[in-house]
Structure formats: structure tokens, C-alpha cells
């Protein structure tokens, strides 16, 4: 027996007054309305309804279940219509992850017009140069840049971001500017730790191929500590194309080696595989994916 479909039927019973006018309203046969009956008082084990050939009543049992049936269906009409209605505008709270800079400069202003547009919702963004479990951290979307290992997310991919060997003016006239990858083993290097993990850089120019052992005089977990201490002149950085965007622009820092640049890095959003994705992190999705991709284009 569905013990869905048969308390809605004893409800509508009721509520008609009969078993025909419930019929009608279910837009069924008289018959399955009386086996359907049949069956719940069955289950039950008590009589619900004392039925003639001209009316039916409510026993004291009856009234009580039908009493706690109809606030059930109440209740469960009531939270499909939530859903449908934040299907419709979004509601809830959303959980962001990505790195730092890129997401205080692409992220943040992208989530804040997006609540500015859905004032049901709530946000977090943590902003953190290393990866974290989605799932462990409670996390609903991130954004990654670089490989994703993780076979389990849905990756949206977003666009690419190049990854530039960087130097300030006062450097490269007091070190010399590097005309070959080799040349850089000589030069002082800047590391930043979220996005170098070795002490070895790589480079290719058509079908060539170059890996450098660097010297690092300075290392440091934050992006703007590492281009900080290069936009000073403390020696030769990588990092990616987005980070030094502004500097460059400004002449702060010049671009080193550009026809050996290493392979671009893929940007991409993920967040966990599910068959019915929740409405809020749909809404985000459609609403940041093609904003994203913009600024990475530009």
C-alpha cells in the first residue's frame, strides 16, 4: 500500500463527506476509493470511518488521524512550496572557496552583485591559497585554478590564466635581463609557495623544452608579500597573469622571457556531483559563470 496516497485519500474522504464525492475530486473510480480505504484501516487496524449506503462519520480514531494527516500533508505541501518558490528566487546560505587575490579581485565583486540581485540569500567567501575538501569544509562551490585531481566534482571550466616570469626595472638593469631559461639559474628568485611548490621552473617555446634549478632569496605563502618584495627589486618571480596585471600596466614590473612562457593554467569552478543540484548553488553558477569568464578573457 502507498501510505501517501491512501492518507490523502482518507483525507479527501472526509473533507468531501463521501466516498463518492472524493472520488470525483481524485478523479478515480468509487471502487479504488473503498480499497484504498480498505487498506489504510487495515494497516491501521482500527476503523476510521463508519460507512452507510447514504453517509459516512468519523470514528474517534478517525478524527484524531485525520486530524494529524491533514496537518502532515499541510506541512509537506508547505515545504514543496518553499522549494518551488526558491527554485524561482533563490534562498539560503552559499559557501565560496578561492584563492586569494583572484578571489578579492574576480570573486568577491561578482558574489556581492549577485546578493545586491538575490536578497534571500547569505554568503561566505573564504579566500585560502591551498585546496580544500568540499565536502569536509561544508563547502558549496569553489574556485580552482590548476589541475583538478578530484574525479568526484563537476568542474565548469572558465578560462585559463598564464603563468609570467616577472622582474621590477631596477632589477633587471642591475642583474642583467635573461635571454634563455638557463640564464635565470644565475639570477635571485622569488617564490611564492602557493603556487611553486619546488625550487624548479619549467618552460617550452614551440617543441623546446627547458626545466631551471632557481635560488630562492625569498619565499612566502601570501601573493602580495611575494610581489611586494619583487616589485622592490629583491629579484625574478613567477606568478600568474592576473596578479601582476596591475603592476605591469603600471610599470612596475616587467614581463622576463615572454616567447618562454610556461603553459597557461586552466581556471575553472567545481563543486560536488549531485543528480539534483540545490537552487541556490544553481542560481550562482549561471549567475557568476559568465561574469568569470569575462574578466579572465579581459
Given at each position: 500500500?502507498?501510505?501517501?496516497?491512501?492518507?490523502?485519500?482518507?483525507?479527501?474522504?472526509?473533507?468531501?463527506?463521501?466516498?463518492?464525492?472524493?472520488?470525483?475530486?481524485?478523479?478515480?473510480?468509487?471502487?479504488?476509493?473503498?480499497?484504498?480505504?480498505?487498506?489504510?484501516?487495515?494497516?491501521?487496524?482500527?476503523?476510521?470511518?463508519?460507512?452507510t449506503t447514504r453517509r459516512s462519520a468519523l470514528t474517534e480514531e478517525g478524527?484524531?488521524?485525520?486530524?494529524?494527516?491533514?496537518?502532515?500533508?499541510?506541512?509537506?505541501?508547505?515545504?514543496?512550496?518553499?522549494?518551488?518558490?526558491?527554485?524561482?528566487?533563490?534562498?539560503?546560505?552559499?559557501?565560496?572557496?578561492?584563492?586569494?587575490?583572484?578571489?578579492?579581485?574576480?570573486?568577491?565583486?561578482?558574489?556581492?552583485?549577485?546578493?545586491?540581485?538575490?536578497?534571500?540569500?547569505?554568503?561566505?567567501?573564504?579566500?585560502?591559497?591551498?585546496?580544500?575538501?568540499?565536502?569536509?569544509?561544508?563547502?558549496?562551490?569553489?574556485?580552482?585554478?590548476?589541475?583538478?585531481?578530484?574525479?568526484?566534482?563537476?568542474?565548469?571550466?572558465?578560462?585559463?590564466?598564464?603563468?609570467?616570469?616577472?622582474?621590477?626595472?631596477?632589477?633587471?638593469?642591475?642583474?642583467?635581463?635573461?635571454?634563455?631559461?638557463?640564464?635565470?639559474?644565475?639570477?635571485?628568485?622569488?617564490?611564492?609557495?602557493?603556487?611553486?611548490?619546488?625550487?624548479?621552473?619549467?618552460?617550452?617555446?614551440?617543441?623546446?623544452?627547458?626545466?631551471?634549478?632557481?635560488?630562492?632569496?625569498?619565499?612566502?605563502?601570501?601573493?602580495?608579500?611575494?610581489?611586494?618584495?619583487?616589485?622592490?627589486?629583491?629579484?625574478?618571480?613567477?606568478?600568474?597573469?592576473?596578479?601582476?596585471?596591475?603592476?605591469?600596466?603600471?610599470?612596475?614590473?616587467?614581463?622576463?622571457?615572454?616567447?618562454?612562457?610556461?603553459?597557461?593554467?586552466?581556471?575553472?569552478?567545481?563543486?560536488?556531483?549531485?543528480?539534483?543540484?540545490?537552487?541556490?548553488?544553481?542560481?550562482?553558477?549561471?549567475?557568476?559563470?559568465?561574469?568569470?569568464?569575462?574578466?579572465?578573457?579581459?
Amino acid at each position: 500500500m502507498d501510505k501517501f496516497k491512501a492518507m490523502s485519500t482518507f483525507v479527501r474522504i472526509v473533507e468531501a463527506g463521501s466516498l463518492t464525492g472524493a472520488a470525483s475530486r481524485l478523479d478515480v473510480s468509487l471502487t479504488a476509493v473503498v480499497r484504498t480505504l480498505a487498506a489504510l484501516e487495515q494497516a491501521l487496524g482500527v476503523r476510521l470511518l463508519n460507512r452507510t449506503t447514504r453517509r459516512s462519520a468519523l470514528t474517534e480514531e478517525g478524527r484524531e488521524y485525520f486530524e494529524r494527516c491533514r496537518r502532515l500533508l499541510s506541512d509537506l505541501e508547505e515545504a514543496e512550496s518553499a522549494l518551488t518558490d526558491r527554485r524561482l528566487t533563490p534562498a539560503g546560505r552559499l559557501a565560496i572557496t578561492a584563492p586569494v587575490m583572484f578571489g578579492r579581485l574576480h570573486v568577491a565583486p561578482v558574489l556581492t552583485d549577485f546578493l545586491g540581485a538575490y536578497p534571500e540569500m547569505r554568503a561566505e567567501l573564504l579566500l585560502l591559497d591551498r585546496v580544500i575538501d568540499l565536502l569536509e569544509e561544508g563547502i558549496d562551490l569553489a574556485v580552482r585554478i590548476g589541475p583538478l585531481p578530484d574525479s568526484s566534482l563537476v568542474a565548469i571550466p572558465l578560462g585559463s590564466t598564464p603563468r609570467v616570469i616577472c622582474a621590477s626595472p631596477e632589477y633587471l638593469a642591475r642583474a642583467g635581463t635573461p635571454s634563455h631559461p638557463r640564464e635565470l639559474a644565475g639570477h635571485r628568485a622569488i617564490r611564492f609557495s602557493g603556487l611553486n611548490v619546488a625550487s624548479e621552473w619549467s618552460f617550452s617555446r614551440g617543441g623546446e623544452s627547458e626545466r631551471v634549478s632557481i635560488t630562492d632569496v625569498f619565499v612566502a605563502n601570501q601573493v602580495d608579500v611575494a610581489l611586494d618584495a619583487c616589485r622592490k627589486g629583491l629579484g625574478c618571480g613567477r606568478f600568474l597573469g592576473y596578479q601582476v596585471r596591475d603592476l605591469e600596466a603600471s610599470g612596475q614590473l616587467l614581463r622576463i622571457l615572454p616567447d618562454w612562457q610556461p603553459e597557461a593554467l586552466r581556471v575553472n569552478l567545481v563543486y560536488l556531483h549531485s543528480r539534483l543540484l540545490s537552487p541556490r548553488i544553481r542560481a550562482f553558477v549561471d549567475w557568476a559563470t559568465p561574469r568569470l569568464r569575462e574578466q579572465l578573457l579581459g
